[in-house]
C-alpha cells in the first residue's frame, strides 16, 4: 500500500475513535435530523471499514523469478520494468480545506444554539414553576395578593377605573 493511502485510512480510523457521535446525537431535535444522522454515521462507518479492510493491506510481492522460469527472462524483464514505472498518483486532499471552516462555523453557531435553547429552558421551567405555585394558592390567593405578583396588571386595572373604561 502506498504511505499514502495508509495516513489516509489511519487519519480516519483515528477521527471515527474522536467523533463524539452520542454526544451529537443528543443535540439533535427532530426526527427526521435523527434520521440524517443516523445515515452520515452509517457512511462514516462504511467508508472507514473500507479503507481499513480495503487500503490497509499491502500487497502481495510479485516473484519475478517464478515468472522468469515459466514465461522467458525478456518478456518478464519488460513486464517487471513497465511495473516498476507505474506511479501511482499522490492524493491531494482540495475538498477538507473548502469544508473545514464551514464546518467550524456551524459548529459555532451550533453552540450559539444550544447555549440559546438552554437559556430558554431555564426560562421556561421557572415560568412553568411560577404557574404550578399559581394553581396550588389560585382557591386561596386573594386579589392583592395577586396584584402583588403581576403590578402591571393592578396599574391597568387602576387605568381602567380611573378612565372609566369597563371593558363594554
Avoid: C
Wanted: proline share 4%; charged share 40%; hydrophobic share 35%.
Amino acid at each position: 500500500m502506498s504511505g499514502t493511502t495508509k495516513k489516509v485510512a489511519d487519519v480516519a480510523f483515528k477521527a471515527g475513535r474522536s467523533i463524539d457521535w452520542e454526544g451529537m446525537a443528543k443535540l439533535l431535535v427532530s426526527d427526521e435530523a435523527r434520521r440524517e444522522f443516523s445515515n452520515l454515521r452509517r457512511a462514516f462507518d462504511d467508508v472507514n471499514s473500507q479503507l481499513q479492510t480495503k487500503f490497509s493491506q499491502e500487497p502481495e510481492p510479485i516473484d519475478w523469478d517464478y515468472y522468469r522460469k515459466g514465461i522467458g527472462t525478456r518478456l518478464v524483464d519488460m513486464y517487471k520494468e513497465h511495473y516498476e514505472s507505474i506511479e501511482i498518483p499522490k492524493f491531494v486532499d482540495t475538498v477538507t480545506p473548502q469544508y473545514k471552516p464551514k464546518f467550524e462555523a456551524l459548529l459555532i453557531e451550533l453552540k450559539e444554539a444550544e447555549e440559546k435553547s438552554l437559556k430558554e429552558s431555564e426560562r421556561l421551567e421557572k415560568e412553568i414553576a411560577d404557574v404550578q405555585e399559581l394553581k396550588k394558592k389560585l382557591s386561596t390567593m386573594t386579589a392583592d395578593e395577586y396584584f402583588a405578583k403581576h403590578p402591571e396588571l393592578k396599574q391597568k386595572f387602576d387605568d381602567e377605573i380611573r378612565n372609566d373604561n369597563w371593558g363594554y
